[in-house]
């Protein structure tokens, strides 16, 4: 395997362009080198190309909190370079379970079990969630040997430290006041720096078995008050809540509309709408070229979709399938992790996703299938979802109905208004001309911005 060093360039590119200037490059070459010259190039935890991954979402400017933490997970495959996160189907390790638990004291995760479906919950470690919602989640050393602990914490200590020291800075020019969490002995040593600037420094124990052993229960991780204190602050500030549920359910809705249907002279459109837990609103509408669709990056589907230079006439099904489409990479870029539910109002795409492109791919005739190209899009979109979440829901709701009455049930209210409010979005991308698309965000996730790229 080729060093870390001679790869310096190649796993910077994973990094969100305006982090680079905090990075003294020098030091990170050197940390870099320390690496290969303890022979561990090939065996750090994380994988070499998750080393930056906490700055991937989003930029400075985004942050609102900073939690610091020790080093990463050692076990192979456990560290996802975000500090305490695991990939998802990864057993949380004792001080994540340490974290939720805390969370869970203070009502701000659910338990084991749905309030609403009363099912359990299927488990999840991944954090992902909290870092597209502006969360920084560091570790003071960025890697370390796979099986060991502590092995790579000299070669990061001047790099790291030197980035904090930046970061705090840039940040007081901007705003004073952004929260470190600072867990443990190790990330309190950032304490001074961060005083220095004007930020706003929360200390407690790790979360630990080790470190709780030794405090009396007021002191132990699972009384920390960190997180409620942030948002207490963040609601006083006018700023929306972190939603610290990693498993917090989403819906969407989509729809599409083509007034002119069958026309040749027709336009399209479509819209999205995804809420709930983390995401806030993210509304996404446009226009549908007159072309076949394909992803930007077949490696990575989670980038978007982009128009080929095949014509296809645009039509009511294709901006219905392209509104399923866009929530769908709405739900992978804001990481949702919980209950995830779409509804449409376009039966024939339900049917088309749920029963006949399954049934079409059994008899070998799902290429025959009408708007294929925004089929197969849509299918590998909804198995990563499922892959991501566990339990998704592919919903039809009828169109065009009225309002109900008052004393209709909460539930079909709600389906009601988000389905009216993705038709109005689909109409407005035609009136408007969005002649590619535009993204309205209301206190979404920062990834999610992304689908403007």
């Given amino acids: 395997m080729a060093s870390l060093a001679s790869r310096q360039d190649e796993l910077l590119r994973a990094v969100d362009a305006r982090w680079l200037p905090l990075f003294d490059l020098?030091?990170?070459?050197?940390?870099?080198?320390?690496?290969?010259?303890?022979?561990d190039a090939a065996r750090t935890a994380p994988v070499p190309e998750l080393i930056f991954e906490a700055f991937r979402y989003g930029a400075p400017a985004d942050c609102g909190a900073v939690i610091v933490a020790q080093e990463p997970y050692s076990n192979a495959g456990d560290a996802q370079g975000l500090c305490f996160s695991v990939p998802a189907g990864t057993r949380p390790p004792q001080s994540l379970a340490r974290v939720f638990r805390c969370l869970e004291r203070a009502k701000l995760r659910?338990?084991?079990?749905?309030?609403?479906?009363?099912a359990a919950i299927k488990e999840s470690g991944d954090l992902r969630c909290w870092a597209v919602q502006g969360v920084l989640m560091l570790n003071a050393t960025l890697t370390t040997r796979v099986g060991c602990r502590r092995q790579h914490a000299a070669a990061w200590a001047p790099f790291v430290r030197e980035f904090v020291r930046?970061?705090?800075?840039?940040?007081?020019?901007?705003v004073a006041n952004v929260p470190f969490l600072l867990w443990g002995g190790i990330a309190r040593e950032f304490a001074p720096v961060v005083?220095?600037?004007g930020h706003w420094c929360l200390e407690w124990s790790q979360p630990s078995t080790l470190a709780d052993s030794k405090l009396s229960p007021s002191e132990q991780f699972i009384a920390c008050p960190h997180f409620a204190q942030v948002n207490a602050t963040r609601v006083a500030a006018g700023r929306r809540a972190i939603v610290w549920d990693n498993r917090s359910p989403a819906i969407a809705f989509s729809d599409g509309s083509c007034p002119r249907n069958g026309?040749?002279?027709?336009?399209?459109?479509?819209?999205?709408?995804?809420?709930?837990?983390?995401?806030?609103?993210?509304?996404?509408?446009?226009?549908?070229?007159?072309?076949?669709?394909?992803?930007?990056?077949?490696?990575?589907?989670?980038?978007?979709?982009?128009?080929?230079?095949?014509?296809?006439?645009?039509?009511?099904?294709?901006?219905?399938?392209?509104?399923?489409?866009?929530?769908?990479?709405?739900?992978?870029?804001g990481r949702a992790a919980g209950r995830f539910e779409l509804i449409s109002d376009s039966k024939i795409s339900v049917q088309t996703l749920l029963e006949w492109l399954p049934g079409r791919r059994r008899k070998g005739t799902a290429h025959q299938l009408k708007n294929y190209d925004l089929v197969v899009?849509?299918?590998r979109l909804l198995a990563q979802v499922r892959a991501a979440t566990g339990a998704v829901a592919l919903t039809h709701t009828r169109s065009h109905q009225r309002e109900p009455a008052a004393s209709a049930s909460a539930r079909e209210r709600f389906v009601w208004r988000g389905n009216d409010l993705a038709d109005k979005h689909a109409e407005a991308a035609l009136a408007n001309d969005d002649t590619e698309f535009v993204v309205e965000v209301i206190n979404a996730p920062v990834a999610c911005q992304a689908l403007t790229a």
Wanted: proline share 6%; charged share 20%; net charge negative.
């Fill in 26 to 39: 020098d030091a990170l070459a050197t940390a870099l080198a320390a690496i290969d010259a303890a022979g």
């Fill in 110 to 118: 659910t338990g084991r079990v749905d309030p609403e479906t009363k």
């Fill in 166 to 174: 930046r970061f705090c800075a840039e940040r007081a020019a901007a």
């Fill in 195 to 197: 005083v220095e600037h």
């Fill in 263 to 333: 026309a040749p002279d027709a336009r399209a459109s479509f819209a999205a709408i995804i809420t709930g837990g983390h995401f806030g609103a993210c509304i996404v509408r446009g226009e549908v070229q007159p072309f076949t669709y394909e992803f930007v990056d077949d490696d990575n589907p989670e980038r978007g979709v982009q128009a080929t230079g095949t014509p296809a006439m645009p039509t009511n099904n294709r901006g219905e399938l392209l509104g399923i489409i866009y929530c769908l990479l709405a739900a992978l870029l």
């Fill in 377 to 379: 899009l849509a299918e």
